[in-house]
């Protein structure tokens, strides 16, 4: 006792240098009241207050900053200044805000500092490192109880956060550019009637045959401002950007591009993209696309998806500008044969052809052209007959939703549902011969199986497009009104007199021309189309109509793949 007393007075005879270090951060749960910044200074200053043998040098503090970690800008300013000598004593609130990883604190505590002769002084822990008769126990239980709280609260937060995200609330700080957040609800979005405008104008330029560089060109001639200049002068939002910001802010062809391939603008809400391995390291991972978290019909799309789609077709193909501006087909014409794009081609200046690619630059299909003067006048055709046929057809379904057609009949005459069955019974019978072969040891277990894995896959799909089938005949009536949703992107057009390249784009997917100069223009939709006739033939095979036959009958004297 007498030499803990003779240790103590030896003590008190120095002057030490003190540094106080302050702490707060929210993502720890800390409690912003009792923990403030201020009450932490009042705190220690008051510890220290009559205490000759202390001497205040210099203030830290980390707002703002987890526990969880050491990297903070304020705590390794301190360690340098004490690396330099410039004081030797830490005085602190208590240990959560010297941190909260449980390992690291101890490290610091009773290896780091104690190696560089630093006293440390936890005020609310009664803790002294110059006095041996410390409680070690205590402190690291203090330690790993600040270090499990944080982890508890992270774990708490994300759940909550998940929840609002599969809700479909916005839980970004910021509305992406064309939105913004609700005056009544920050966690949902509503259309900018401003950057909207702007972001329409975008995709229509793109329908117009424009290349991202064009539309880029166009909009810094209007003077519009791009998405952070917008955000920053218009919304007076403060936001920061990776990107370069010096010189006059304008449009960029990266810029066109992200609003083009953003299917937010549509209306589904996309989130947790990203996310850290845990609470203490803050590394980004970004998760695979179908990891995120996809809410449809979150808010008020300003692109529908259709067009959205049509425009995802002309992005993968080559739609750039010719020297005699944007045309009619740009990136619609592929070769039949090889499937790759017709350039479009001119010996003279005033005759254009189409002309296949790859055996004009790599000599391995072909060679075979289209004149541009016969094909444009054929695809307009095709286009106007496309369209007056999706008009007949939404006259005949107006029929279809108000007579009483006998369902069972129309399930037992349905010939796709047929060929769908004998599908699945050629399947079985394959199943059933591989087995018998594994069995007779021709075929390997290995390959059995994946033979096996194969062809369940395979009566799978087809099982479920015979419940799909089912259910469309037996909900005749919401069939008919769930097809009326594609059917309205094609009658918008049905009283266009020219037929531009708008109209063109967002009823051709894409035009194929052969050796034999046979073209074959793919619809939008077809295959939406092909399902509808298919019920319509099984409907008048059932129940006979003569408006009915006669739009069938038309359709096969026509044919809907012009050649």
């Not at 000599?363 to 307009?380: A, G, W």
Request: charged share 30%; glycine share 6%; proline share 2%.
């Amino acid at each position: 006792m007498i030499g803990v007393l003779a240790m103590k007075n030896q003590i008190l005879k120095k002057i030490y240098r003190v540094v106080l270090y302050l702490r707060l951060s929210s993502d720890d749960g800390d409690n912003k009241e009792s923990d403030s910044i201020s009450n932490q200074r009042i705190l220690t200053r008051g510890y220290l207050d009559g205490k000759s043998e202390f001497v205040i040098v210099k203030e830290f503090v980390d707002d703002g900053f987890t526990g969880t970690n050491f990297d903070r800008p304020d705590f390794q300013k301190m360690m340098r200044y004490l690396e330099e000598g410039k004081a030797d004593c830490i005085v602190c609130k208590d240990l959560s805000r010297f941190g909260r990883d449980f390992s690291g604190v101890l490290q610091y505590v009773e290896r780091i500092l104690p190696q560089m002769g630093i006293r440390l002084i936890l005020v609310n822990d009664n803790y002294d490192s110059n006095f041996p008769n410390h409680d070690f126990i205590t402190l690291r239980m203090k330690s790993l109880i600040n270090d499990i709280y944080p982890a508890d609260t992270s774990r708490s937060v994300r759940a909550n956060l998940l929840a609002k995200m599969t809700d479909g609330q916005c839980i970004a700080a910021f509305a992406f550019y064309g939105y913004l957040k609700s005056l009544e609800d920050k966690h949902q979005l509503v259309i900018d009637p401003v950057a909207g405008a702007v972001v329409q104008d975008i995709y229509h330029l793109k329908l117009k045959g424009y290349s991202f560089c064009g539309i880029a060109e166009i909009l810094n001639l209007r003077g519009i401002l791009p998405p952070l200049a917008y955000k920053q002068l218009y919304l007076g939002l403060n936001l920061k950007t990776g990107f370069q910001t010096k010189g006059k802010s304008k449009w960029e062809a990266t810029m066109v591009r992200r609003v083009l391939t953003d299917e937010r603008y549509t209306g589904v809400l996309l989130q947790g993209k990203t996310t850290t391995p845990n609470h203490k390291v803050k590394r980004i991972i970004h998760k695979s696309e179908d990891e995120w978290v996809r809410v449809e019909n979150a808010f008020d799309g300003l692109i529908d998806k259709y067009t959205f789609q049509v425009v995802a077709n002309l992005l993968e193909r080559d739609t750039r500008k010719s020297a005699a501006g944007i045309t009619l087909l740009s990136g619609l014409v592929e070769c039949a044969d090889c499937h790759q794009s017709m350039v479009r081609k001119s010996p003279n200046g005033k005759n254009y052809y189409y002309v296949c690619s790859t055996s004009l630059y790599e000599k391995e299909c072909t060679p075979h052209s289209m004149s541009e003067k016969l094909l444009i006048p054929v695809i307009k055709k095709c286009v106007r007959i496309y369209i007056a046929r999706i008009a007949e057809l939404d006259r005949i379904l107006q029929y279809v939703r108000t007579c009483s057609v006998p369902k069972q009949k129309i399930l037992d005459a349905d010939r796709q549902m047929n060929v769908l069955r004998q599908e699945c019974d050629r399947i079985m019978q394959i199943k059933k011969n591989l087995y018998e072969s594994y069995c007779e040891g021709l075929l390997e277990e290995e390959e059995f199986k994946a033979y096996k894995k194969n062809y369940d896959e395979e009566l799978l799909q087809k099982e479920e497009a015979i419940k799909r089938q089912k259910e469309d005949i037996l909900n005749l009536t919401t069939t008919v009104d769930r097809q009326q949703d594609w059917m309205k992107h094609i009658l918008m057009y049905k009283d266009t007199e020219e037929i531009d390249r708008t109209v063109i784009v967002m009823m051709v997917k894409r035009i194929r021309i052969g050796a034999d100069k046979r073209i074959t223009i793919d619809f939008w939709y077809a295959d939406e189309y092909e399902r509808l006739i298919s019920l319509l033939e099984n409907i008048n095979q059932v129940q006979p109509n003569d408006a009915l036959a006669s739009f069938l009958d038309n359709r096969k004297e026509g044919g809907d793949r012009i050649a």
